[in-house]
Each structure stands twice: as structure tokens, then as C-alpha cells.
């Protein structure tokens, strides 16, 4: 999503290039996309250069809505906060991991995409991430050339 934010606005981002730049299996993607895509967090565009857009603007989205539309969790209990956790008991470490919980959701929810996109350190790596890829391809380009030449 960090990846698709930062290129917000350039048209539609597809996973292959996604799945290049973060190291991110391209079928993993397509299930998590799928996943976002039903939160209306990420639009699909069909088609020659299609792929997806943000579903909302950056600053609206947070960090913990994404984790909570790809069905992944910030509880950090034994119990998935059931409070069953000692043989169908509450056990004595229940509350505070309850609170650590809620502290990480908190936290996470504070920081949408948009926060992260303005972040200095965010979009040095991904400059870095971007150059590699042109390194990549173009290496890969040359040596195509160089074979259709021999």
C-alpha cells in the first residue's frame, strides 16, 4: 500500500512492479490486492496499462485499516482477546496484553499512508527501490540486445 501511495497520482500501479520493487511474491500480492480491493482501500483499472490506485486519498487511510482488511491482527493475547486464555479462564497477564493491543492499534491507527509518503527516510528507499528496478531492467535489456545482435 506504501508502494501504491508513493506513486499516487501517476496513473495505475501494477503488482508486477510492486512485486519487483518490495520482493513481494506476485500471487501474494493478487491475494492481498483482492483483500484491499473489497475494503474499497485499492481501485483496479483493467486493461493495457492498468493496475491499481489508492480507493481513498492517502491521508485517509491508516496503517491499521490496512492490516485489518488483509484479515491480519495487532492482538498481541494468547487468547484473541477471548479472555480464555488459562483453560477457559482469564489468566493473570490477560489485561496487560489486552492493553498492549490497543496500544498498538492506537498506534497504528494515528499514522495513515499520507503520514508515511512525507516521511524523508520512506522515499529515500524508495528512490533506492525505484533505481534498482531501472538498474535491473535495464541490465536485463542490454543483455536481450546483445543477444538479438550475436
Request: charge should be negative; charged fraction near 25%; aromatic fraction near 4%.
Amino acid at each position: 500500500m506504501l508502494d501504491l501511495a508513493l506513486r499516487n497520482g501517476q496513473g495505475p500501479t501494477a503488482l508486477a512492479g510492486i512485486s519487483e520493487r518490495q520482493d513481494i511474491s506476485l500471487s501474494y500480492l493478487e491475494q492481498l490486492f483482492s483483500q484491499l480491493r473489497r475494503s474499497g482501500l485499492v481501485k483496479s483499472v483493467r486493461g493495457p496499462g492498468g493496475g491499481y490506485h489508492l480507493g481513498r486519498d492517502a491521508g485517509e487511510i491508516s496503517v491499521a485499516a490496512v492490516i485489518q482488511a488483509v484479515n491480519e491482527s495487532t492482538d498481541t493475547t494468547r487468547c484473541r482477546g477471548k479472555g480464555d486464555c488459562q483453560k477457559g479462564d482469564t489468566c493473570l497477564t490477560h489485561h496487560l496484553w489486552m492493553n498492549l493491543s490497543d496500544q498498538i492499534h492506537d498506534f497504528l491507527e494515528a499514522i495513515s499512508l499520507e503520514d508515511l509518503v512525507e516521511t524523508e527516510e520512506i522515499r529515500e528507499i524508495a528512490q533506492q527501490q525505484t533505481y534498482r528496478g531501472r538498474t535491473s531492467a535495464n541490465t536485463a535489456g542490454d543483455i536481450i540486445a546483445a543477444l538479438e545482435e550475436a
